[in-house]
């Protein structure tokens, strides 16, 4: 009896340490831990933590914002939420990574007056909602909808 107990235990600590390996710190299991079963890093990995500057706005050169800077986009992973720069605001959205599947949740802005880059921004706040999945290919992400490329942005 005490053999099977001390057996059972065992095999309940190598289920724990198995789980706990593929999991990460917030306890969503490790796109790293899937991906090094198949060799390949995911690509949900290539864009999380980086600065990506704007460069194009559909099928245009992205204009500028207030003070002659690009919109911005940051992936907070441990937060699950974007922010950056819309144009004249700061800006932040949850968002949800599937795969090359990329969905944000309600975008938020600050309320700041500006001269310039309210173009730049009711467009570019306008394509968040329609974001569906991602691309990426060096050092360019592309966001994408089902009418196809919403806006491309360049790594810092």
């Excluded at 949740?105 to 999945?133: H, N, Q």
Aim: some cysteine.
């Amino acid at each position: 009896m005490r053999t099977t107990m001390i057996a059972r235990v065992a095999a309940c600590a190598a289920a724990l340490l198995v789980l706990a390996c593929a999991r990460t710190p917030n306890g969503r299991a490790s796109d790293t831990a899937a991906a090094s079963s198949s060799g390949a890093a995911p690509q949900s990995q290539t864009i999380v933590e980086r600065e990506w500057t704007l460069v194009t706005l559909g099928d245009s050169a992205a204009p500028l914002g207030s003070g002659g800077k690009p919109a911005t986009m940051r992936f907070d992973s441990a937060a699950s939420r974007a922010a950056g720069f819309a144009g004249c605001n700061r800006y932040s959205a949850p968002y949800t990574i599937v795969g090359d599947s990329l969905h944000f949740g309600l975008a938020m802005s600050t309320k700041m007056a500006c001269m310039d880059g309210d173009t730049l921004e009711r467009a570019f706040l306008a394509i968040i909602p329609e974001v569906t999945g991602f691309q990426t290919a060096d050092s360019t992400l592309t966001l994408t909808g089902t009418s196809g490329a919403l806006a491309s942005f360049r790594a810092r």
